[in-house]
Structure formats: structure tokens, C-alpha cells
């Protein structure tokens, strides 16, 4: 809700702006300069949110200050602002092929470009090898891809696969992004309220970069759990970083040797680099994935992380990489388990009512879609996370004693499975 009204705020300075523009265009005020700077308002106002233009004297818009700027101005135009404002809905450009690295260095703020190339081309690999492997646990349906460069640096790829014969939906999103947005915005988006802005003046806004996969799965049988993952680096200008993550399971149905295995591999993983680490992330996953209007988490967790940096980073990116590369062996098994359990009709309905509730916690609640959607993202690969069928029925009860009365009981108090 913080980072909503901080970015209305923002919002509503530009139609502030824009409105003042109006004035000054009815103006008979005939000097060439004040025209020339209207006109250039203008030109910036109708080319949408995501336009950017060169920074130039005080003007929040980045408009030149003296005569001589304002003559070199239309050849700035040209130039993009490494760290936009809004990166805009359709700054993104289509290309056929996404180009060997999205990670360019001097693009956005200074900071740990061997990390920044690193960690992109561990998602990238990721994204390979679990697309592979969903494509042959499904064995008909393959995964389409979408790619997109913008002019500021970054970009990302979208594989996505539907109508297959185990899932009705998966997705793995690889993204890239460079920005910049208000300093209470990014510390109102962290649980640990982390000083993201470090070294910045008060009001300035903090130029950003993040490089992060993630994705869902929505099966179609009832006794396949949807699956969710995300992992991410991030850095701010002033030399702060960190990473966040996690992976996490959504079942309809109770399934406790499921539930042992999946919960068992990221415990063995998490107690490899730090005893510590599964009590603490799966906690943090049953707090994080509650929706809070239902009072029941959206699934049965996982691990969940964020803010991570209070040791050597490199330390942090094998944590991060371990548990990214072990997605498939936590999840593909249980899929190949149940892809062809009978189900009834009931069962199926109990499981869209579920992704109801899935629907509701993305769009609610979600830091990742709330971020995108706020910053103007790539809409489709934002939404890609949504399932393509869920319903909502009135005050639905289940019977008591059921499995969907066990299934409900378990949201409102999370189990230690292993």
C-alpha cells in the first residue's frame, strides 16, 4: 500500500506538470525559448509514460536551462536516460533473438557488473535446463519464446507453454532491468526495511538494477500442485546489493510424502550452507504467502528470502544457485507421480477455487507484480504467473471432515513437514 501511494503521488506530479503545459501553450507570450521548451513538454507528454528524455539543469523532466542547451536539444533527444523513471509499458522491443547477454557494462548505476553478468547467465542456464525438463515431464506441449530488448539497457525472455498434456500453463521468465524510483518506494518493498537508499539525499530518487527468473507451473490434474519460483539479485546506486528468492508449492490436495519430499530437498540444502536457514525461510515463506483478507496462506510454502547480505556475496549467489538448480528434483517427481490420477468434476472445481486464491495473492499482494505493474513493465510476462482458468463461488464452505476442510485447516496453520 506504501509503494501504491508513493507512486500515485508520483503520478499525479506528472499530470501536475503536464496541466501546466497547457497553460503555457495558450500563452501569447512570443519568446522563442519558452515555445521551444513547451514544445518540448509536449512532444515528451505524448509519447507516452515510458518516454524518457536527457537530463539537463534542475528540471525534473530533464528539460535544457539555457539557450545553448536548447539548441543541441533535439539532437538529445535521442539519448535515453540509463535510469527512466517509469521503464513504460511499451518501451520493450520485440527482437527475434535475445542477444548473448542483456548485461551490459555502464548501463544503469555503477556497481558489481561481474555479479550483474554472473547471476544473469546462472537464470539463463536455469531457464534452460527446467524448460527442458518440464517440455519432457509434459510430453507434448513446448514452450514458446518471447524476447525483448529496451533502449535504456536490459530486457528479458518469456517462455511460456500451454494446452500441453500435464499443464495447462507453465512459464519461465528471465528479466533484466534497469530504473530508477522514489527512495521510500524501494524501502517500503522490503519486509526488513534495508537502508536501500544509501548515500542518496533526501528525495532523490535511486537509480536500480535486477536480474531475476521466475516462474509458475499450473498443471491440470487436481493432485499436481501448482509450483512457483523466483530468484533475484539486485543493486542501488551508493553500492548497496542483495538477493531475494525462493521456491514454493500450491497444492488443492493434502499429499504428506509429496510434501516431505519437496520441503525435504530445500531443507537439505539450506542446512548445507546454513543450519540456520530452513527454519528461518520457510517461516518466512508462511508469512509472506499469506492472504491476509482470507487469513490462510496461498499454498503450503517453501523457503522465501530477501535483503540477503550479511556475508560475501559470492557466498549468497552458490546459496541462490543450489536452490534454482534444484527446482526440478524438488518438483518434477510429484508431477510425474500424479500426472494421470483420476479425478471427479468436484475435485477439479475444489482446484480452480484454489487458483482463485492464487489469483487473489498475486494481484493483492505479490511484491513482484505489484513492482512490474507499478514501474510499467512487460504486462504479459507480469501476468504470466495468473492460471488461465480459476472460479469463485459464493461463500463456499467444505463439508467438515473432508479433504477440502484438511486442506483449508493446514492454510490456516502451516505444518513443519520435515
Not at 535475445?98 to 536455469?126: H, I, T, W
Not at 528479466?175 to 521510500?184: D, H, K, L
Not at 510454502?301 to 560475501?312: E, S, T, V, Y
Request: net charge negative.
Amino acid at each position: 500500500i506504501q509503494v501504491e501511494d508513493i507512486l500515485q503521488q508520483e503520478q499525479l506530479k506528472g499530470t501536475q506538470t503536464q496541466r501546466k503545459d497547457e497553460v503555457l501553450q495558450r500563452s501569447d507570450d512570443d519568446d522563442a525559448e519558452r515555445r521551444q521548451r513547451v514544445q518540448r513538454r509536449q512532444r515528451f507528454h505524448a509519447m507516452g509514460p515510458g518516454a524518457q528524455m536527457v537530463r539537463g539543469g534542475s528540471s525534473g523532466l530533464g528539460m535544457s536551462s539555457t539557450k545553448e542547451e536548447a539548441k543541441t536539444e533535439d539532437s538529445k533527444e535521442d539519448v535515453v536516460d540509463k535510469n527512466p523513471v517509469n521503464i513504460g509499458w511499451n518501451t520493450h522491443e520485440a527482437v527475434e533473438q535475445a542477444p548473448d547477454s542483456l548485461v551490459r557494462e555502464g548501463d544503469g548505476p555503477e556497481g558489481n557488473f561481474p555479479m550483474r553478468s554472473k547471476f544473469e547467465k546462472m537464470c539463463r542456464d536455469a531457464q534452460n535446463s527446467i524448460t527442458a525438463a518440464i517440455e519432457e515431464i509434459d510430453g507434448e506441449g513446448t514452450f514458446r519464446e518471447d524476447c525483448w530488448t529496451r533502449p535504456n539497457g536490459g530486457g528479458g525472455m518469456s517462455r511460456v507453454l500451454t494446452g500441453g498434456k500435464v499443464f495447462e500453463k507453465a512459464g519461465v521468465n528471465l528479466s533484466v532491468v534497469y530504473g530508477s524510483m522514489p527512495q521510500e518506494a524501494l524501502q517500503a518493498a522490503t519486509e526488513r526495511g534495508v537502508d536501500r537508499a544509501k548515500g542518496m539525499k533526501p528525495g532523490e530518487r535511486v537509480p536500480f538494477f535486477a536480474c531475476g527468473l521466475s516462474s509458475v507451473m499450473h498443471p491440470k490434474n487436481p493432485f499436481c500442485p501448482t509450483m512457483h519460483f523466483n530468484y533475484r539479485y539486485f543493486e542501488t546506486d551508493g553500492g548497496v546489493w542483495w538477493f531475494g528468492g525462493g521456491t514454493d508449492i500450491t497444492p488443492s490436495y493434502i499429499n504428506e510424502d509429496d510434501m516431505k519430499h519437496f520441503h525435504g530437498t530445500y531443507k537439505e540444502i539450506c542446512d548445507k550452507h546454513d543450519p540456520k536457514y530452513h527454519e528461518e525461510f520457510k517461516a518466512w515463506a508462511d508469512r509472506y504467502f499469506l492472504i491476509q483478507h482470507r487469513n490462510e496462506t496461498r499454498g503450503f510454502g517453501g523457503i522465501f528470502f530477501d535483503d540477503q547480505n550479511d556475508r560475501d556475496a559470492d557466498t549468497i549467489f552458490e546459496f541462490s544457485k543450489e536452490c534454482l538448480n534444484s527446482v526440478v528434483k524438488a518438483y518434477g517427481p510429484i508431477i510425474e507421480e500424479h500426472k494421470d490420477d483420476e479425478f471427479t468434476q468436484e475435485q477439479k472445481e475444489w482446484q480452480l477455487m484454489r487458483r482463485g486464491r492464487y489469483v487473489e495473492f498475486n494481484l493483492v499482494y505479490d511484491r513482484g507484480t505489484v513492482f512490474g505493474l507499478k514501474t510499467g513493465g512487460r504486462i504479459e510476462s507480469i501476468l504470466m504467473s495468473l492460471p488461465e482458468t480459476a472460479r469463485w463461488e459464493y461463500n463456499k464452505i467444505p463439508e467438515p471432515g473432508s479433504p477440502e476442510a484438511e486442506f483449508i485447516e493446514v492454510c490456516q496453520n502451516p505444518r513443519d513437514w520435515v
